[in-house]
């Protein structure tokens, strides 16, 4: 494992943190993650966001490169203590806008993986503009986000979100990027309800552990297999792959 980059002026923010901390804990809910993205997952993969490494650990042991990309400094020195013994992981301490100052444009990449980190930025566009230069022929761009502004409330505020997306949102995203989908979906509606309902009905200002205990293990493992047959029009996710294009120069 190798790390670099610059000390970022990024506040250590606790609450969010946490909430890294609780989401780690909740087994069912990585593992169903990581079914959802490894279908789609090359062999040198760039990951945005990679918070305290819940999933780099994972995807290193599937692709041959992985470069951890994390602003954060206190998440930055978790990521850099939890991929130690990986030598096939690299760890910038830099804003993803930020990689074409860090990381050589001869490199190339056949996946970008970023789970729950695009509401977090404010400019998201600017960040697939910066690191699409990487990507090969054909590679895919695989994000997980936050769905539903009707569901926005101040556990919301206190994550830093900028936004939750809905399809039009992804579209938009991706405007003008040469390419197309391969899916576009929204997953995990019960999760959606009891967010909303977390956020406009219960005033919820902290994430609940017992809540996030009896989603993991006894909702999401029956929810995950009814989802596998049903496309339901509204969830607390939108799962998005886009094979990317290079232009031909």
């Not at 290193?60 to 850099?80: F, R």
């Not at 096939?88 to 993803?96: D, G, K």
């Not at 895919?140 to 979100?161: F, N, S, T």
């Not at 900028?162 to 995203?173: A, E, I, N, V």
């Amino acid at each position: 494992m190798t790390s670099q980059g610059i000390n970022q002026e990024v506040t250590t923010d606790a609450f969010y943190i946490k909430d890294l901390e609780q989401m780690k804990r909740a087994r069912n809910y990585l593992k169903w993650q990581n079914s959802l993205i490894f279908p789609f997952l090359g062999k040198r993969v760039i990951e945005i966001g990679s918070g305290i490494g819940n999933f780099t650990t994972t995807l290193a042991q599937q692709a041959d490169i992985v470069v951890g990309i994390e602003p954060n400094q206190y998440c930055y020195s978790q990521l850099v203590e939890e991929t130690k013994n990986f030598s096939n992981v690299s760890c910038l301490n830099i804003f993803s806008e930020h990689i074409q100052d860090h990381l050589p444009l001869n490199q190339r990449f056949d996946t970008i993986v970023s789970t729950n980190v695009f509401e977090h930025i404010p400019d998201d566009k600017k960040v697939l503009d910066a690191i699409c230069p990487y990507l090969i022929d054909g590679a895919r761009i695989i994000l997980q986000v936050p769905a539903g502004m009707w569901a926005y409330g101040e556990i919301d505020k206190l994550l830093g979100h900028y936004r939750r997306y809905d399809k039009s949102q992804m579209k938009q995203l991706f405007s003008g990027i040469p390419g197309q989908f391969l899916k576009l979906r929204y997953y995990n509606p019960i999760g959606a309800l009891g967010w909303w309902m977390n956020a406009r009905i219960r005033k919820a200002s902290n994430q609940n552990d017992r809540q996030i205990w009896i989603f993991d293990r006894l909702i999401l493992p029956p929810q995950s297999i009814v989802e596998k047959i049903i496309r339901f029009p509204f969830g607390q996710t939108i799962f998005a792959v886009f094979e990317y294009k290079r232009k031909q120069v």
